[in-house]
């Protein structure tokens, strides 16, 4: 059974600090990788999309791949209380979504 | 990214009927796929909707249950049958890129409540 683990918190974070976001992932044929928020009542939608190891920026955004260790994280800089959502991730397997149970982000002001 | 447009958006059903849930896209796409996600969880894939053939169900899905329609490469439906309250979730309608690998774009949700 191919899985994707997630913590699923709640993670408080102070406004203006880092939240780090963690994700595990058994397949290790997985290529492809994806961050998703979701704010309650809405669907997912995608922030983030890492396909090689090393780190990925974009904006306040950086999402970090290590395929040896089957771990990808999302780290969101300068948090802001828009960013309190659920954070999906999402691991592409056998041209196929399998997706981790989600973090609950909360970001105090 | 595609643009899909799901509805309705919410409804409210009487156990023992059913509903069905359209999912329109803007573009043509190969698969469509439904996913179902209770209240505090992750998104659970229902099935994937190919044009021209009978869908795909995952483990513990039924065509009886969810029968499933796709008619063109733009349009599926998905219609939950003998609604009970365990049914009330939130359904989803998804597509992805015509490459594979590659990220999922939603549809806006279905918010069903059976009473």
């Known amino acids: 059974q191919k899985e994707v683990e997630q913590n699923s918190g709640p993670l408080s974070v102070p406004e203006g600090a880092i939240a780090s976001l963690n994700c595990t992932y058994s397949d290790r044929g997985s290529q492809s990788f994806f961050w998703y928020r979701q704010y309650s009542g809405k669907s997912p939608e995608l922030i983030m999309s890492?396909?090689s190891n090393g780190d990925k920026e974009d904006g306040r955004f950086t999402a970090q791949l290590n395929k040896a260790s089957q771990y990808v994280s999302l780290l969101i800089r300068d948090s802001q209380p828009s960013d309190s959502a659920t954070y999906l991730c999402a691991v592409s397997s056998n041209y196929q979504l399998i997706w981790g149970a989600g973090t609950k982000l909360i970001i105090k002001p | 990214s595609a643009v899909i447009s799901q509805k309705p958006s919410r409804d409210i059903c009487q156990r023992g009927t059913s509903l069905t849930i359209q999912c329109q896209v803007d573009s043509q796409v190969t698969m469509m796929f439904w996913y179902r996600q209770q209240p505090g969880q992750s998104l659970t894939l229902i099935a994937t909707?190919?044009?021209?053939?009978?869908?795909?169900?995952e483990s513990g899905f039924v065509i009886d249950k969810f029968p499933i329609s796709r008619p063109n490469l733009t349009f599926s439906t998905l219609t939950v049958s003998n609604m009970s309250p365990e049914d009330s979730s939130i359904y989803l309608c998804?597509?992805?890129?015509?490459?594979?690998?590659?990220?999922?774009?939603f549809g806006q949700g279905t918010r069903l409540t059976v009473v």
């Open positions: 890492i396909y």
């Open positions: 998804s597509v992805d890129g015509e490459q594979v690998n590659t990220e999922a774009f």
């Open positions: 909707a190919n044009q021209g053939s009978e869908a795909t169900y």
